[in-house]
């Protein structure tokens, strides 16, 4: 009876973490560039049971002991660009494909931006970033591009990051008489406004190859505790990726998808909770009434 108890308990805490989650989508529904998260859940593994009578053993089932929340994964895939014709936002546009080797052909990727083959082995699809640095060098990775430029000409990120180039260093705009005359084409590269030549700065956009490896890290932003095991490098000729100035990416968040979420991992929470109950009675019955029989 007892691991009934603990089967509803473990049942509910999954639920919280789930309700959780979805709230926090809510949340970010109107972020830049927030990429929605969705929480795993699996059950224990499951356990034979046997009945012992008269020295023999005889199988009478399999126990499942509940679930549990894994992890939360976010889902990179691209949010709607929002034009808000400042200089100083940046949108990034991609469609980055991947070779299957056994065919040779490009990956197809289902909605949520993942392909499984046939021997269960699961690839993602790569993602471009935006590359910033914090106060102590490490580079980081957001799709937040509401930038600024600060007074020393550097540009920032709106967490007060600075902005990298494709060489790894910040970009600084302070040649330039006003952010008014900041112009960025497609492929990242910062122009003369006046005589749309090449300055030689370009904004560093970072290719991830399996972003799955990428950790969030607050305000936007996502680090790689291991930057090769993750696959990270800088855009290339080639890559489809696209930035585009004036533009900021909205969230990806799924309203309808995380409101049935949010009501299911409720509906849930309460089913187990009413199990919980249950067994509190019966324990109560079992020790107040039937001890005094």
Not at 62 to 68: A, D, E, P, R, Y
Not at 78 to 105: I, R
Not at 245 to 256: H, L, P
Request: aromatic share 8%.
């Amino acid at each position: 009876m007892i691991r009934g108890l603990y089967t509803a308990a473990a049942g509910m805490v999954t639920e919280q973490r789930r309700h959780d989650t979805a709230t926090q989508n809510i949340a970010n529904m109107n972020t830049t560039g927030y990429k929605q998260v969705e929480s795993l859940n699996h059950s224990f593994p499951e356990v034979l049971i046997s009945a012992m009578q008269n020295g023999t053993t005889k199988s009478i089932g399999k126990l499942n002991t509940g679930v549990f929340a894994e992890q939360s994964m976010s889902k990179f895939l691209q949010g709607d660009l929002v034009n808000t014709t400042k200089t100083t936002d940046f949108a990034l546009s991609s469609d980055l494909s991947v070779t299957d080797p056994a065919t040779g052909q490009n990956i197809v990727f289902d909605q949520s931006g993942k392909y499984i083959n046939a021997q269960g082995q699961v690839t993602y699809q790569p993602q471009a970033f935006f590359t910033v640095q914090d106060t102590d060098g490490n580079e980081l990775y957001t799709r937040n591009g509401s930038f600024t430029v600060d007074s020393t000409g550097n540009l920032l990120s709106s967490a007060g990051y600075k902005v990298l180039g494709a060489n790894g260093q910040p970009v600084n705009v302070g040649a330039l008489r006003s952010v008014d005359d900041l112009r960025v084409d497609d492929a990242g590269r910062v122009v003369n406004a006046a005589t749309g030549t090449d300055t030689g700065i370009r904004l560093g956009v970072s290719i991830v190859t399996n972003p799955q490896n990428l950790v969030r890290d607050g305000n936007g932003v996502f680090h790689a505790d291991d930057p090769a095991t993750a696959g990270i490098r800088y855009a290339a000729a080639g890559d489809n990726v696209q930035v585009r100035q004036g533009y900021i990416e909205g969230s990806n968040v799924d309203v309808t998808q995380v409101t049935v979420d949010l009501n299911a991992a409720y509906r849930a929470y309460e089913a187990n909770q009413k199990v919980v109950q249950f067994y509190d009675s019966t324990l109560d019955k079992a020790v107040n009434s039937v001890g005094r029989v």
